[in-house]
């Protein structure tokens, strides 16, 4: 027992002292591995004044160590590293592609720093269709599963079990009765509200359904996210763009209505690029390698340029940031992009300027309404140092503004799920489909056209029409957008 004249303050006071002293020091080596880590000084900067400043740091050190790294480590490239099962498999690919004349050989200038951000060379004679809106998506994605023959690969950022949810995982249980084989990725971060009663039907039945586990190295760690949504059939057809599975892609959301959105519908060999985007995400999520079509065709009638771009933290450049900065600086009569967040940096706040000082069309499609309070007050932040410039931003009326488009003068288009916001350029793992045609860049452009009909424009008065509230949180959430 302890004696009677034990000092119980003095021990609690000391003991206090001691954990605060503590956590004191791990914030600040903690601020100082922000800093030597961050991708951006911008980032560093805001992690380390947010470590060091009681009484942010009690809130700022678990969330670090949460949301704050920038880099995935482990992720296994597999047209990179030689150390793989799939390495190859996919040399020959390539050959085979290249001697049967369905990738470029010869690109340069532009097209060739693409390439190199890819990883991948643009492919020859496929055919693209653009897919609008949920319903134009899904019934496009559940006829190629209906016709599949051998398999299918399905990967999304979010899945629910709802009236979509349901409908896609009845669909994959009658081709898995069929003899079928189904490989289902889902980010776990993104389906955390998927039953295990959903997951565990599809896995009973012998669908091979896994979890991105971008968390394994760090269990704590969920800032990186697949925020990738693909589908392939047989190798021979496949789908990207931002439509997840959930009743709200479809327009049957309570809040927002009517949901905009778009997908892109793939035949020829650029199916095979995002064959092996899910690839490496499948190998990543189980060291397994399924047996797959690995014979490239062009597809009938196809005469689209197409480059896959698969991007993410563990790449070593910031490629997806650079695509963009690339594709603005490419423009010379015509720059549209959609896109629901936006929080670029400073380097894309550049680009967009230079582009409308060089007489460039720039227009930036964002929603009216807001599904993320901190991203949407961030965007007003831009509005005077873009508009001062030209460059014209337009607020989508109807419904939610969910697409990842973007259209380059009369030649180039594109389709994917990256946003113009911190997240997509630095830790999500994204992919973006490529066109360059001018057909399908005049489609595109009808599209936008459909779109800016019904939008109005935004301009610098709208902010200062708001409340002071309204300002402070502008500011507060721009200061953020390093780590938003």
Not at 11 to 30: K, W, Y
């Amino acid at each position: 027992m302890f004696s009677s004249d034990f000092d119980y303050r003095s021990f609690l006071g000391l003991t206090g002292a001691l954990v605060v002293t503590l956590l004191e020091l791990t914030a600040l080596l903690t601020a100082v591995h922000a800093i030597m880590t961050s991708r951006t000084s911008q980032g560093a900067i805001a992690w380390a004044i947010s470590l060091v400043t009681p009484p942010l740091a009690f809130f700022a050190l678990p969330a670090y160590w949460i949301f704050g790294r920038s880099r995935f480590e482990g992720y296994v490239k597999a047209r990179r590293q030689g150390q793989t099962p799939m390495h190859g498999v996919l040399q020959d690919v390539g050959r085979f592609a290249r001697d049967q004349g369905l990738v470029r050989t010869d690109a340069t200038g532009a097209d060739a720093v693409l390439e190199r951000l890819a990883w991948m060379p643009f492919t020859l004679k496929n055919r693209v269709r653009l897919l609008i809106n949920g319903k134009a998506t899904f019934d496009a994605i559940l006829a190629a599963i209906d016709s599949a023959e051998d398999y299918i690969l399905v990967q999304f950022f979010i899945v629910k079990d709802d009236k979509l949810g349901q409908e896609l995982k009845n669909r994959l249980l009658a081709r898995r009765r069929e003899g079928i084989r189904v490989y289902f990725i889902y980010d776990e971060m993104g389906s955390h509200k998927l039953s295990s009663a959903y997951v565990r039907e599809l896995r009973d039945a012998g669908i091979e359904m896994r979890p991105f586990h971008s968390n394994r190295r760090n269990r704590f760690q969920l800032n990186f996210r697949n925020h990738r949504k693909i589908v392939v059939v047989d190798g021979k057809i496949a789908f990207v763009g931002g439509s997840n599975v959930g009743d709200e892609y479809m327009g049957r959301s309570k809040t927002f209505g009517p949901w905009r959105d778009t997908h892109a519908q793939l035949e020829g060999p650029s199916v095979h690029a995002v064959q092996l985007s899910f690839l490496e995400d499948w190998y990543w999520a189980t060291h397994e390698v399924p047996e797959l079509n690995w014979i490239p065709v062009a597809a009938a009638d196809g005469e689209q340029d197409v480059l896959v771009l698969p991007t993410g933290p563990a790449d070593s450049l910031e490629s997806c940031g650079l695509f963009f900065i690339q594709m603005i600086s490419m423009a010379t009569n015509r720059l549209w992009i959609a896109s629901p967040y936006f929080v670029p940096d400073i380097h894309v706040i550049a680009a967009l300027q230079l582009a409308a000082l060089r007489g460039v069309d720039v227009r930036i499609m964002l929603p009216e309404r807001p599904d993320l309070l901190l991203v949407y007050l961030a965007s007003f932040s831009y509005l005077q140092e873009l508009e001062d410039v030209g460059v014209k931003i337009y607020r989508y009326q109807p419904g939610f503004l969910h697409q990842k488009t973007l259209v380059v003068d009369n030649r180039w288009a594109a389709v994917g799920t990256a946003n113009l916001d911190n997240r997509s350029f630095r830790l999500n793992f994204e992919i973006t489909v490529l066109v360059e045609d001018r057909g399908f860049a005049a489609e595109a452009a009808k599209m936008f056209e459909d779109d800016f009909a019904e939008c109005r424009i935004a301009e610098a008065d709208d902010l200062e029409q708001r409340s002071l509230w309204f300002k402070v949180g502008v500011r507060i959430a721009r200061l953020m957008s390093p780590i938003l």
